[in-house]
C-alpha cells in the first residue's frame, strides 16, 4: 500500500480552482455592492430635497391660512408672515442644521442643505435671487449631468 493511494487530502488543482471560485464571488459581490450604496446615496438626495420642498411649502401655506407666524419649531423663534421675503426664509432655513438635520449622504460630515452659490453632489442649495423667489438646486450624482440636477423655485405671495 503506497502513500498516494490512503491520501485523503485536496490536490493543488483542486485548491487553486476553490481559491479561483472564491475570487470571482468576491470580484462580483464589490462591485454590486458599489452599485448599492450609489443607488441609495442618490435616493436620499432626491429623497431629502423632496422633504425640504415639501415643508417649506407647507411653511409657508399656513401665512395663506391665516397664521401670523411661520418655522415655530426653529431654534431661532417663529418667523413673522408679515413683510415675509424669499432672503429672510432662506436666512431663516440656513446652513448647518438650523432646521433641517439632514446629512449630505455623499460627505456625512456636512450638512444636506446649504445657502450659496456652491453646487455639491448631495446637497440642496438655497439661493433667493429675488425678494420673493427661492431656488432650490439638487445634484444627486457625482458629475451632475443634466439629468442628475434637481431644481425647483417656490414663490413667495
Known amino acids: ?23 470571482i464571488l468576491a470580484a462580483v459581490g464589490v462591485v454590486a455592492y458599489n452599485g448599492y450604496t450609489g443607488a441609495a446615496k442618490v435616493n436620499a438626495t432626491k429623497s431629502i430635497h423632496s422633504s425640504v420642498i415639501k415643508y417649506i411649502t407647507a411653511e409657508l ?8 407666524t411661520i418655522f415655530n419649531n426653529g431654534e431661532y423663534g417663529p418667523l413673522s408672515c408679515t413683510g415675509l421675503t424669499a432672503i429672510n426664509v432662506r436666512d431663516r432655513i440656513g446652513d448647518n442644521g438650523k432646521i433641517f438635520n439632514d446629512k449630505n449622504p455623499y460627505d456625512t460630515a456636512n450638512f444636506a442643505v446649504k445657502i450659496g452659490q456652491t453646487y455639491t ?3 440642496i442649495t438655497i439661493l433667493a435671487p429675488r425678494s420673493k423667489r427661492l431656488h432650490f438646486y439638487t445634484c444627486t450624482k457625482p458629475g451632475c449631468a443634466a439629468a442628475d440636477k434637481m431644481s425647483v423655485e417656490i414663490m413667495i405671495d
Not at 9 to 21: D, G, K, M, P
Open 1 to 23: 500500500m503506497s502513500f498516494r493511494e490512503n491520501s485523503k487530502a485536496f490536490t493543488l488543482i483542486e485548491l487553486l480552482v476553490v481559491v479561483a471560485i472564491i475570487g
Open 61 to 68: 401655506m399656513k401665512c395663506e391660512l391665516g397664521e401670523s
Open 121 to 123: 453632489v448631495g446637497q
